[in-house]
């Protein structure tokens, strides 16, 4: 089922997710529908706060983006990335590797705002998946990118967060005119 994707100026983008400690039937269920979701608005990434739910979930699938190349490592060795894809990441764990580089930034939260974010070119990642089992890669580029994005999201950090003062200046009355629009939605329910 689709779901609603909570806009900016929700407080619940603003939650820390709590760890996902088992995943019952009501997390697959709700990862299913993430995906949907996902899917349905050409996204890469989503977390659950973006549905709604303050938890240590973010589900991600980059192969719509074949322009924007990434890099895979397991076990030390180079991989595909779409090996791993979809991706279903809980309580993702991220330490930088790479060194920053600038890259060009959307979220579902923030329909039509685009902006250019400096993060660690590759990453060292560990977490769950949904059958419980650990993952650990290295990974690079474009999935780098999505995985720090959406991980940030399971601890109340936006992406807005990380712009420049020039770009958010830039970006300042949209943002205020998204916001505005959520609380005013939010209200009325
Ligand atoms: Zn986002």
Redesign the pocket.
Known sequence: MKLPVHKYGDPVLRKKGVPVTEVTPEIHQLIADMFETMEAHHGV?L?AQ?VGHALQLTVIDIRPIEDRPSTLELDGKPADPNSIMPLVLLNPVVKAVGAPEAGSEG????PKLYGEIERPESVDVTATNEKGEALAFRCGGLLARCIQ??TD?LHGI??IDRMNRETKEELKPDLDELQAATKAALKKK
């Open positions: 990434g977390a973006q979220c579902l939260s923030f994005h959406e999201h936006l992406f």
